[in-house]
Structure formats: structure tokens, C-alpha cells
């Protein structure tokens, strides 16, 4: 019984894997919309090459699209097909830049301006507004304010008292 039951068990595995894994394979196969949506359209237009298609009949759109479907034919990978177009038609083809070189600071510079706006906002409303500084200066002035003023009354007083004789 062991001997029937084997080749059952096997074919049964064989057909699992099939079934699971197959149609995997084709759901992670490399699509022309999947690395043209990366794309700026080369007519002016300033738009993704996938939407440029989509919205109105753009030829260098249609063009990139098809080139790069005979490229995914032909067996190249994402990162081969955009290094080709990269060196063919400039870095301004990528809809963002790459994340090496000075193209870092495309990336970097707007954090940083948030973070350093951010610090000065603080330091602006801790300085005038939660420390208290202007309140303490102000009360130091009006105990000042009061003594010059006490001092000048008793004057005026004594003033005052002198000149009624």
C-alpha cells in the first residue's frame, strides 16, 4: 500500500506546485507600464510617458512604450532598460531623480528645510512668547517706574507743603 500511495502523494504535490506557482510567476512578470510610469514623456508635455498615452495620441510616447517592450521581449531587466535610456536620451527622461550623487540633495534639501524651519519656529516662540522675557523686563521696569515715581511725590508733596506757607 505504501508502494501506490507514493506516486499519488508526488502527483499531488506536482500538481499543487503548479497551480500556486505558475501563475505567480506570470503575475511577477516585467510589464512596459510598470517601468514607463517611471518615465517623463519626451515631447514637452512634462508628463509620465504612461499617462501621455493615455490622455492624447503622443508618438514619442507610443515610441518608449514600444521600445521598451521589445526590450522586456529580448529578456533585458528593469534596471538594464533604464540605464539605457538614461545614457540615450539624459537623466531629465527619469520622472524623479536618482538617489546618488548630487541628486541626493534633491532628496535631502526639502527634510532638512522642514527640520530647520521647524527648529526656528521653535526658538522664535520660546524666545518671545513662552519664556517670559519681555513680562520680567516689563515688571522690573514698572518697580522702577514706581520708585521714580514714589521719590518724585514725596518732592511734590514736600513741594507742595512748602508753598502754602
Not at 7 to 13: F, H, T
Amino acid at each position: 500500500m505504501n508502494a501506490t500511495c507514493r506516486p499519488k502523494s508526488a502527483a499531488v504535490l506536482l500538481i499543487i506546485f503548479t497551480v500556486l506557482f505558475i501563475p505567480a510567476i506570470k503575475a511577477f512578470a516585467l510589464t512596459a507600464g510598470e517601468i514607463t510610469k517611471g518615465f517623463t514623456c519626451t515631447c514637452g508635455c512634462n508628463m509620465l510617458v504612461s499617462a501621455c498615452e493615455g490622455s492624447m495620441e503622443c508618438a514619442p510616447a507610443k515610441e518608449i512604450t514600444d521600445q521598451v517592450a521589445q526590450m522586456i521581449e529580448t529578456g533585458q531587466s528593469k534596471e538594464e532598460i533604464i540605464q539605457y535610456f538614461v545614457n540615450t536620451k539624459g537623466e531629465q527622461i527619469l520622472a524623479a531623480p536618482t538617489k546618488k550623487g548630487f541628486n541626493l540633495t534633491a532628496w535631502i534639501l526639502p527634510f532638512l528645510a522642514i527640520i530647520l524651519g521647524a527648529g526656528g519656529i521653535y526658538l522664535f516662540i520660546d524666545k518671545c512668547l513662552i519664556s517670559g522675557k519681555d513680562t520680567d523686563d516689563e515688571s522690573k521696569d514698572s518697580d522702577k517706574k514706581q520708585v521714580y515715581e514714589g521719590k518724585y511725590l514725596d518732592l511734590f508733596k514736600k513741594e507742595l507743603k512748602d508753598f502754602e506757607l
